[in-house]
């Protein structure tokens, strides 16, 4: 009796560590019972385990291969967070969640559900996120999320949904909602304000990566607490003022990867308060000057992975002087930026230039007051005098976290960089000066051609009729512009022969020309 008594003692004693260490915490799970906390992510479960702890309060078996939820999710009425994503679940029974009345967060993402309504989501009445990103759902039926009313991020992203499969009454019930994706789906047009009334207190709407093209005028206007709008890869070619309004406050846009071919500048103008803007991988070729005037409020910048950007203006951000954080990185045909860009951003804390295809870059384009951090590598830098004299700037700002591109050559030091300098602003003065010189006479030429024309013309006609002039005769008194007959032309050019003066008449000497009047006289006996 004594013994048997000792052997329950024992039994007593070490059962409940077993229970523990093999019953409650399946292989490849770790489980926490002071945290409340089971995580079986890549465990190889193929079912939700039924012996765990029932007081647990988080359960993560993400990365299984489950492919049902059955009753057992109902021995775990004390969940606060359900994490089933990556698995392969198919479908969810009607009512799977209906213990689960202390659920806040519940994770179904990449899964293959195809179909959810309004009996999927029953019991759920404290739950504030529900993921059901990358699945096969293509349509949302009427009062679908009506038992979430607490419901404050929805994510519906990566699945089917049509516009066709939205119903009007989809969205109905969350009166809480704040958060909600749709992008990467099957949308062609912004749906109607009918679909969306009933979550009209969003505050971040993501629906990009549909095939939008156009929106319509007004058609986020039913948002109007909305602080931010994804419309990143939409296939959009342009926007306009209109298609903004009723959401003038926004603070954060993402308009990169569509198709504009010039900045729309008249489209973001009336964004007053915006704060955040991505507008990369787009078609246009410069950003002008004043490209983004009227965000006086705008503070971080992005401009990534732009295949045509070749040039940035000076004034591209003279009106957004609160900037603090800009990227224009991986824009490989981007080989201008105008000297002074960023001179005038002086709360700028975070530049990075990074992998575009910038040849010269030297420390009069940037704004050295509050700036942090600046990258500058992977460009096909000319490692000169400018570089050389930006890098020496960095390595003595001390507050100044930089990166840099290497030289595969010799960099030229300060004092060659002075000497170089020197001897350019030699060539240039000297350059300068022939410059104004030739420019000079040209000038006193232009300025004095008449003068110099009707020089030129006297000169002429004295040399011409200087010979028959003799000595203290004016030549300037002889009228010259008196006609000459063929009979006083040929006795003049036959008295200049006489006195050995050989007359040229049509470009020869006259007695080279066969019909010159020297041949149609009769010579004299003697020279016969």
Request: aromatic content about 8%; some cysteine.
């Amino acid at each position: 009796m004594t013994l048997i008594l000792s052997w329950l003692f024992i039994l007593a004693l070490i059962v409940p560590d077993l229970s523990s260490s093999l019953l409650h915490c399946p292989s490849r799970c770790h489980c926490d019972d002071e945290k409340l906390d089971v995580n079986c992510e890549e465990g190889h479960l193929d079912v939700v385990p039924i012996a765990l702890n029932p007081s647990i309060q988080r359960l993560v078996i993400r990365n299984n291969k489950i492919r049902i939820i059955d009753s057992s999710v109902h021995f775990y009425s004390e969940l606060t967070l359900l994490d089933l994503s990556y698995n392969y679940l198919f479908s969810i029974p009607d009512r799977t969640f209906v213990r689960q009345s202390k659920l806040q967060q519940l994770n179904l993402n990449h899964n293959k559900i195809s179909v959810i309504s309004n009996r999927t989501f029953v019991g759920l009445a404290e739950l504030l996120v529900l993921n059901l990103r990358g699945n096969l759902i293509d349509q949302i039926e009427p009062m679908t999320f009506a038992p979430l009313v607490k419901l404050e991020e929805l994510n519906l992203g990566q699945n089917r949904i049509e516009n066709l499969g939205l119903s009007v009454d989809g969205f109905l019930g969350l009166i809480d909602l704040k958060i909600l994706y749709l992008d990467d789906n099957r949308l062609e047009v912004v749906p109607a304000d009918d679909t969306f009334r009933p979550v009209d207190k969003l505050a971040e709407l993501y629906i990009g990566t549909n095939s939008l093209s156009t929106i319509r005028n007004g058609a986020f206007a039913v948002f109007s607490e909305l602080t931010l709008l994804d419309l990143r890869s939409s296939l959009l070619r342009n926007v306009s003022a209109e298609t903004f309004a009723g959401i003038e406050n926004i603070k954060s846009l993402n308009l990169a990867d569509n198709r504009f071919e010039k900045v729309p500048s008249q489209a973001l103008a009336v964004l007053r308060r915006l704060e955040e803007l991505s507008i990369g991988q787009n078609y246009f070729a410069a950003v002008p000057g004043n490209s983004f005037r009227g965000l006086s409020n705008l503070k971080r910048f992005e401009l990534r992975g732009s295949l045509y950007l070749k040039r940035i203006e000076r004034a591209a951000f003279q009106t957004n002087t609160n900037l603090e954080s800009v990227a224009i990185e991986s824009n490989k045909a981007l080989t201008e930026i105008e000297e002074g860009t960023f001179s005038g951003l002086l709360y700028l804390k975070h530049l990075s230039l990074r992998n575009n295809g910038f040849q010269r870059l030297d420390e009069g384009m940037f704004s050295w007051n509050n700036l942090r951090t600046l990258d500058i590598s992977d460009n096909p830098i000319n490692c000169d005098c400018y570089y050389s004299k930006l890098l020496h700037r960095l390595q003595t700002a001390s507050r100044i976290s930089y990166n840099a591109t290497g030289c595969p050559h010799h960099l030229p030091d300060q004092w060659e960089c002075e000497y170089i300098l020197d001897k350019n602003k030699n060539l240039i003065s000297v350059l300068v000066l022939a410059v104004a010189i030739v420019t000079a006479i040209a000038l006193t030429f232009y300025r004095f051609r008449g003068l110099l024309r009707e020089y030129v013309h006297n000169g002429c006609k004295n040399k011409t009729h200087g010979g028959g002039a003799g000595p203290g005769v004016d030549i300037n008194s002889v009228d010259y512009e008196k006609a000459i007959t063929e009979d006083d032309y040929v006795i003049r050019q036959s008295n200049l022969y006489n006195n050995q003066v050989q007359p040229i008449l049509n470009g020869y000497p006259a007695y080279m020309q066969q019909n010159s009047v020297y041949y149609n006289k009769p010579l004299p006996i003697t020279e016969l």
